[in-house]
């Protein structure tokens, strides 16, 4: 075993974890999940068949990842944050042919307490405050609070907020440039020092 599981976590067999990686106290990894390497899953996470994690992922604690979540590289999903897969549960109707896909793409910060309503993408690099109730999809490198979420600015790779002025910006704290459009963030310039 190449990873790291606590005696009172449980890892189905079948589950396929990478390197590296570490899974805390009370936590449970279903058989046919996929997790990749340098991953770290809280206390009491709960991770489903039908989920793929990429490498250098943080989910805190009390986070359950359903079935039909991506988290992609470098996600990292805040303490009691929530994911959905059904739009119309009932306890009385199963609907399990109906889960709708969520994707977290690469570098994403999800803060604690928020809900993702499934069925929607998180752009690359999007911030999404604390408390915060996703319905929509996030454009790349966003800024979204409140309930429901909404954009109120653009924030770097390094995770500090962006000047609120459209046109070419660069981030106070690394350097990097963007490009600013009404619905859009696109990077311009790596971060001093990056290769």
């Known amino acids: ?8 976590a449980i890892v189905d067999e079948g589950a396929s974890i990478g390197d590296e990686t570490k899974i805390w106290h009370f936590s449970h990894v279903c058989a046919k999940a996929v997790i ?14 039908d989920v793929v994690i990429g490498d250098n992922v943080r989910i805190q604690n009390n986070v359950s990842v359903y079935d039909a979540v991506t988290l992609e590289n470098d996600v990292f999903c805040g303490p009691s944050m929530v994911f959905t897969n059904v739009i119309n549960p009932r306890s009385h109707v199963t609907r399990k042919h109906e889960y709708k896909r969520t994707l977290v793409r690469r570098g994403a910060t999800i803060g604690a307490n928020a809900t993702i309503v499934c069925g929607n993408t998180i752009g690359l690099y999007a911030m999404i405050g604390a408390g915060s109730v996703v319905t929509h999809d996030v454009p790349d490198f966003a800024l979204e609070i409140g ?17 609120g002025a459209e046109g070419d910006v660069r981030c106070g704290a690394c350097g ?9 963030c696109v990077p311009t ?5 990056a290769h």
Not at 1 to 8: A, C, G, L, T, V
């Open 189 to 193: 310039r790596a971060p001093e020092g």
């Open 147 to 163: 309930v429901p979420a909404r954009r109120v600015g653009w924030i770097c790779q390094c995770g500090i907020r962006l000047p």
């Open 1 to 8: 075993m190449s990873y790291f599981r606590h005696p009172s």
């Open 36 to 49: 990749g390497s340098g991953c770290s899953l809280g206390q009491n996470v709960f991770v489903a068949n």
């Open 176 to 184: 990097a440039g963007y490009r600013i459009g009404v619905d859009s």
